[in-house]
Every structure is written in C-alpha cells, then in structure tokens.
C-alpha cells in the first residue's frame, strides 16, 4: 500500500510541478556556470547505492571543495540556491526517486555513504526502510543550515548537536510506522513548506 502511495502521489506531483521545475532550472543555468541537476550517490535500502537528483543550489563541483554538512552561510552556496534552499525547491526532483523506487516519500533521509559506513550495529536498521523525502527529523530540522551558520567546524557541530536526535526519530520510524503515520508526515510537510 506505500508503494501504491508513493506512485500515486509522486506521478501527480511531477506532473504538477513540471513547469516550475523547468523554469527553475532555467533559473539555475543563468544565474551561476554548471549543470542545473545535481546528482550524488547515496544509500538506500538495503546498504544499496542510488544516484539522489537535487535542483544545484552550489557551485558546480562543491562536493570537492567541502564537506556534506552546508550552513547557510556556505560560500559554496549560490545567490539563486540559497533561496531553492529555503524553500526546499531543490528537493522537488526527488520525485524521480520515489517513482524509480529508490525512495519513498516518507522515511529517513538518504546519507552519503561515508556517514554509512560509521553506523552503529542500531543505526543500520535505518536501511531496513526505503529513504524519504520527508519524516519527523525532517520536519524538526528544517532549518538545519540555520543552526549550523557561523560554525567553524560544521561537521563536528553536526555530528554532536543534531544527528544524534535525527537517528533517534529515524529509528522511531522505522519501528513504528504504518500508512496513518506517513500520512500524517505528508500533511504536516506540505503545511509547514506554504507556512
């Protein structure tokens, strides 16, 4: 049945925000040099690697000038990627994800395979689920970037402030969630992405 959700929701979605995105990568190609895609390697379910698409909100090539942690006063970050940050335009392509499979709409997010590779025996029960583009960390977390500026070590701040908590409730997920919870999620996202 989350699969049939995920499907479902995540066709419509496209369809429906298919305009936008062309504008915004439109947008993305004339405000700063690269590609207006991004894509990185993350793990899903399983320990299984997936490209994860984005909308570029950074310089072209940014991973290899820093780190996975990115504050909002990143210097990587773009004048036009900082307001598809804030609005979470960046996350929309996603939806490719969630209709490849590779995602669900609601679950832990994906991280990159360094972080992976240092779960403990707990935190990889994370992988038991599909990735999402949203859960309860999400929500907590959304201006994640906001807590993390002026941090001169972002991925130590990171690591000691907020990941704790965000395995916590992805944990919580993970043993507790049924189509009444993803829903809930769902509702409780899109009210807070028009607040």
Sequence with gaps: MKRTLDLL????????VLPLLLLLMIAIRLSSPGPAL??????????????????RTMVHEADKLGGSETPDDDPRITRFGAFLRR?????????INVLKGDMSLVGPRPEV??????????????????PG????????????GALLRGCSDPHKTYHELI?????????EY????????????????????FQ
């Design 163 to 171: 990941r704790p908590d965000k395995t916590r409730l992805g944990l």
């Design 87 to 95: 609005y979470k335009l960046d996350e929309l392509p996603q939806l």
């Design 174 to 193: 993970v043993h507790h969630h049924n189509l009444l919870i993803d829903c809930k999620i769902i509702l409780q996202t899109v009210r807070v992405l």
């Design 38 to 55: 991004y894509s990185g390697i993350r793990i899903g379910r399983d320990g299984q690697p997936f490209l994860i698409y984005k909308l």
């Design 9 to 16: 929701l995540s066709a419509i979605g496209l369809i429906a």
């Design 113 to 130: 395979m360094e972080e992976v590779a240092c779960y403990t025996d707990e935190e990889e029960q994370l992988l038991q689920v599909r």
């Design 133 to 144: 583009l949203t859960d309860w960390a999400s929500l907590k977390y959304r201006h994640e």
